[in-house]
């Protein structure tokens, strides 16, 4: 029988002297997470903790807290998998029991975890060879299992177990970024994660003989211009992501890890791409879980981050300098490791293809539906009718929708700015140094020293408190190019929808039919593709911010339908149909 929490011995009581003590580490790591091992102080630990200074300095100087968190954490780590691995298991259920252990530690250890990581270079010598020692252990013995596995074909057989281990460990290890306890449960995320990988009870099954709606097809020319089918994207998005990151490692890492020292605005941009860009990849999640292609039956958030952090954790073992492994290698794995090993071949190709598309037409003259806005919406209110919300909630998002007065996020775009050169050279080296030493104690003399040239000609480039700008634009820039390339921008994605169901009445009407079988699984599968478009529109300041994406599905469609409805009467085009909804919604183009 399984233990009700792996990490149950890990925390002592409270009211006892190692209870004690571990709640002041704890206090020290929440306050060197937010303000660096340097900048915090003993008065703020007590502060945190709500006892004196004194009583803080009687059990822990301060430069032994930093080797108390990193004994702490490897110390509970450790003791979870002994027990996680202890009886006779097989190794799909030792998997999952690896998992499981991983996110209950991760509980209770979050920001011990993370401060571990972003402050390793404080942690004495001792303590960091002892926590580096049970920490390569730790990886031996879950590579192990993951041999076992692939010998009997749990996991695919054709990759490194290294490979595969770093994948898994990557998807538990980035959850220290993002989990909230009270969200979702450490037996939830690591449900995901093991289903994810196809270690779980239930197999993936493909929804019935589901022809997608909005996917690429080769054969007709009418079709060439919709989406890839969301496996494919999946596979795109970890190809694009490896790639990006094989040019980018130490920037990345250093991103993350320096973050608190990058200026406000600059930090501010970076962060609302990087929501772009999740709310963008937990939309392909989405659809890829109502085509059977990922288990349908967790949280697509927890999916997407599963993917995310296996991608985001490369930055910090994979160096192409160092290790035998290429790009090509470590995609094929993660692809295969998540199920996706048939999409990747064409990922590529389908790249290529979409290099050469065009947006489709824009707006001949919408005037006459803006000027009858009202006949629209009472036509909403009257004749739509909804899949889950009410015709007045509908009309009261397309009001919104069409309205140029309604607010939008911000978002920072994608500026022409370029890293090449000498330029993209110092910031690569600039990285390595604030990586190595830390923001604060790395000098520009340092970075010139390894770039080889003199201090003068790095200051021409970049002032000091200029470069970790320059990181968190560059990184958070070309990732989004890089996905762009992959999936077609946002507002291509959202524009091609558009057009898409404007040249297929029976789209729009299926989308509020009341009818099941093929039809109602048809509008499923076009209003979760729409939705994850839509969010990303949102979060990119395409679309208005007020209503969420559920209903701005309804809200198009329904739009789009009003069109349908009157083309007879007014002899529009599809085209003219597709192009008037794109200038009624301000979807325009630069």
């Not at 192409?320 to 990747?344: E, K």
């Not at 404007?502 to 093929?518: P, W």
């Not at 939705?531 to 300041?541: F, L, V």
């Amino acid at each position: 029988m399984q233990p009700d929490s792996f990490a149950s011995t890990s925390a002592a009581k409270p009211d006892s002297l190692e209870g004690i003590r571990r709640q002041l580490v704890d206090c020290a790591a929440e306050v060197f997470f937010r303000n660096g091992f340097k900048r915090g102080t003993t008065k703020q630990i007590a502060d945190l903790a709500g006892v004196s200074q004194s009583l803080v300095s009687h059990y822990f100087k301060k430069g032994a807290l930093m080797g108390e968190i990193a004994r702490q954490v490897s110390s509970d780590f450790t003791r979870s998998l002994e027990e996680a691995l202890a009886g006779d298991y097989a190794p799909e259920e030792q998997l999952a029991r690896i998992m499981r252990s991983f996110m209950e530690s991760m509980e209770i250890n979050r920001k011990p975890f993370a401060v571990y990581w972003k402050e390793f270079r404080s942690i004495p010598e001792a303590e960091a060879e002892q926590a580096q020692a049970l920490e390569k252990n730790y990886v031996a013995r879950v590579s192990r299992v993951v041999a076992t596995a692939q010998q009997q074909g749990i996991l695919p057989p054709d990759h490194d177990p290294a490979l595969l281990t770093e994948g898994i460990l990557g998807m538990l290890s980035w959850s220290h970024w993002w989990y909230r306890p009270g969200l979702h449960t450490p037996q939830q995320v690591a449900a995901a994660f093991r289903d994810l990988i196809g270690c779980g009870i239930a197999e993936r099954q493909p929804a019935e003989s589901i022809t997608h709606p909005l996917v690429r097809h080769s054969e007709t020319k009418q079709q060439e211009d919709t989406f890839d089918p969301p496996g494919l994207q999946l596979a795109a998005i970890i190809q694009s992501f490896i790639r990006s990151m094989d040019v980018n490692q130490r920037p990345f890492a250093v991103y993350w890890k320096e973050f608190r020292s990058i200026p406000s605005d600059d930090a501010e941009a970076a962060r609302a791409r990087e929501r772009a860009y999740v709310a963008r990849v937990v939309g392909v999640v989405e659809s890829a879980q109502d085509q059977g292609v990922l288990p349908p039956q967790h949280s697509p958030y927890l999916l997407a981050e599963g993917i995310l952090g296996m991608l985001s954790w490369t930055h910090w073992w994979y160096q192409r300098d160092q290790y035998n492994y290429s790009p090509d290698q470590v995609i094929a794995a993660f692809c295969s490791l998540v199920g996706l090993a048939d999409h990747y071949p064409a990922a590529a190709h389908s790249a290529q293809l979409r290099s050469g598309e065009q947006d489709p037409p824009q707006s001949q003259n919408p005037d006459d539906v803006q000027n009858d806005l009202t006949g629209l919406l009472e036509w909403v209110e009257e004749r739509y009718r909804p899949v889950q919300q009410t015709a007045t909630d509908v009309a009261a998002t397309v009001a919104d929708l069409v309205s140029p007065d309604s607010p939008r996020r911000w978002y920072p775009g994608i500026a022409a700015r370029e890293w090449k050169g000498r330029r993209r050279s110092i910031l690569d080296t600039a990285a390595r140094v604030f990586f190595a030493r830390g923001y604060e104690a790395g000098t520009t003399k340092e970075i010139a020293d390894r770039e080889g040239v003199a201090q003068p000609l790095v200051s021409q480039y970049f002032k000091k408190h200029e470069m970790m700008g320059e990181i968190a634009q560059r990184i958070s820039i070309e990732f989004t190019i890089s996905l762009d390339e992959a999936l077609g921008s946002v507002r291509h994605q959202l524009s091609v929808l558009v057009y898409t169901l404007a040249n297929s009445r029976a789209l729009c009407d299926a989308s509020h039919a009341e009818a099941g079988g093929q039809a109602g699984i048809q509008r499923q599968v076009l209003l979760t593709r729409m939705r994850g478009i839509i969010a990303a529109a949102r979060e990119e300041g395409i679309l208005p911010s007020r209503h969420d994406a559920r209903s701005q599905a309804e809200g198009i469609m329904a739009i789009i339908s009003y069109l349908h409805s009157m083309d007879r009467q007014d002899q529009r085009t599809a085209d003219e149909i597709a192009s008037t909804v794109c200038t009624l919604i301000q979807l325009d183009y630069a």
